[in-house]
C-alpha cells in the first residue's frame, strides 16, 4: 500500500534527522533543557478507497542510543492522547460532517530501524466524494496544539491508449513491431502520474490442482502532470519488453504442466501537488551536497495563544485507476507469448 511505504520513510526521515540535528553538534549543551515535541502527520487519501489511514508521530530527545528508543513506540506515538479527525465540506464550504479516527495496529509494518511489525496507524471509515473538500485536523488537548491542513481532491483518468474494446472479453493488442504508448486522459488536481503493467496467470500443477503465480509488474515510469494537458503519455516501449519480463519473472518448476493468462490490468496512480512536492523534498540526493528540503503543507498553533507551532509532513488526496484486459489479442500479441522467442518454452497456452 501506498500510504504504508511513504509512512515508513516519512517517519525514519524526520525522527532520525531530529535526532542527528540534537546529537551531532560539537558546542557542550544540555539536552535535557526545556523541551517541546513536535508532530510529525503523514495522511494521503485515496478516492479509490473507502477506508482511509492517518499516521502521527512525535518528535523525541535522548542523550542514550536513538536506536534502542525507537523499538519502543511509546517513545515516538501519541497512542489515544489525540484527536484526529477530518472535516467534510461541500462545495459551498458548508460543514457536512466530522469523521473521527481511530487507533488501529491492523497493518504491519516492514522490518527496519523503528519498531516493528506492529505500528500504530488512525483509521477511518471515508470515501472521499469529488465534489467536497476536506479538512485534517490532529488536537493534542494536554499541550493545546492543533495541526491543521486542506488538499484538493484528486479525480481518476480515461484510458485512451492501448484501447479497450466494450464487447467481453477485453482484449490488450500490443504491436511488436512497434513501439507503443500508454496515453490517459488529464486527473483533476494531480501533478504527477505512475504508471504500471501487471500480467496475471495460473500455473496448471501435474496434480491437477491450479496455482495463481505472483503477478509480473512492468513498470512503465512517470509522467508529469504540471502542464496543462488533456492528455497525457508515457514513454514509448516495446512490447517484446513485455515478454521478456515475463521470461526473466517466471519460475522454472518441473511440477507446471501448462500456464494461463488471468488477465493484464494498467493501473495509473494520479498524485496530488502536496505528495509529489514532499516525495521530490525527501529523496535521497547524489549530488555534493547532501542537505534535504523538509516540506510540509500543515500549520500547526496552540489552540489558546494562537502561536505558531512546529509540525512536519503532509496531506494530500491521490487516485487508482485501473484498466483490466481479459488477454492478449490474437492473431500477434498472443502468439508472441505462445510461440515468441522469449516465452515459447515457458508452457503457455491459451486454453484454460
Not at 493534542?140 to 484528486?154: D, F, I, L
Amino acid at each position: 500500500m501506498l500510504m504504508k511505504k511513504y509512512a515508513k520513510s516519512t517517519a525514519i526521515l524526520f525522527l532520525v534527522e531530529f535526532a542527528i540535528l540534537f546529537s551531532s553538534c560539537q558546542k557542550p549543551f544540555s539536552i535535557n533543557a526545556t523541551y517541546e515535541d513536535f508532530p510529525i502527520v503523514y495522511a494521503i487519501f485515496n478516492l479509490s478507497d473507502s477506508t482511509q489511514y492517518i499516521k502521527v508521530y512525535k518528535s523525541f530527545l535522548t542523550e542514550g542510543n536513538v536506536e534502542d528508543l525507537t523499538k519502543d513506540w511509546h517513545n515516538y506515538t501519541y497512542l489515544d492522547s489525540i484527536e484526529v479527525y477530518v472535516e467534510e465540506y461541500d462545495s459551498k464550504d458548508t460543514l457536512l460532517q466530522i469523521i473521527k479516527f481511530d487507533t488501529t495496529t491492523e497493518i504491519p509494518k516492514d522490518s527496519g530501524m523503528f519498531a516493528y511489525p506492529e505500528q500504530l496507524l488512525y483509521k477511518a471509515n471515508l470515501s472521499i466524494k469529488r465534489d467536497c473538500s476536506y479538512k485534517l485536523c490532529v488536537l493534542n488537548p494536554y499541550t493545546k496544539k492543533m495541526v491543521v491542513g486542506t488538499a484538493p481532491v484528486v479525480d481518476t483518468v480515461q484510458l485512451m491508449s492501448p484501447r479497450r474494446n466494450q464487447v467481453k472479453p477485453v482484449m490488450l493488442s500490443l504491436p511488436f513491431t512497434q513501439d507503443f504508448k500508454v496515453s490517459f486522459t488529464k486527473a483533476a488536481n494531480a501533478t504527477y502520474y505512475r504508471v504500471t503493467m501487471s500480467y496475471y496467470y495460473t500455473e496448471i500443477m501435474s496434480d491437477g490442482t491450479d496455482r495463481a503465480a505472483q503477478p509480473i509488474v512492468w513498470n512503465l515510469g512517470g509522467v508529469d502532470g504540471a502542464a496543462m494537458l488533456n492528455l497525457y503519455s508515457t514513454a514509448s516501449y516495446k512490447s517484446q519488453n513485455l515478454f521478456k519480463l515475463i521470461a526473466g519473472k517466471v519460475v522454472e518448476d518441473d511440477s507446471v504442466v501448462k500456464r494461463h493468462t488471468d488477465s493484464i490490468v494498467i493501473e495509473i496512480i494520479s498524485q496530488g501537488d502536496a505528495l509529489t512536492k514532499y516525495i521530490l523534498a525527501t529523496t535521497p540526493t547524489s549530488s555534493i551536497n547532501q542537505e534535504q528540503a523538509n516540506y510540509t503543507n500543515l500549520t500547526a498553533y496552540n489552540t489558546d495563544t494562537k502561536e505558531e507551532k512546529y509540525v512536519l509532513g503532509v496531506f494530500s488526496m491521490m487516485s487508482k485507476s485501473k484498466f483490466h484486459f481479459d488477454d492478449f489479442a490474437t492473431p500477434g500479441t498472443r502468439d508472441t507469448l505462445l510461440y515468441g522467442q522469449y516465452t515459447k518454452d515457458l508452457k503457455f497456452t491459451d486454453i484454460h
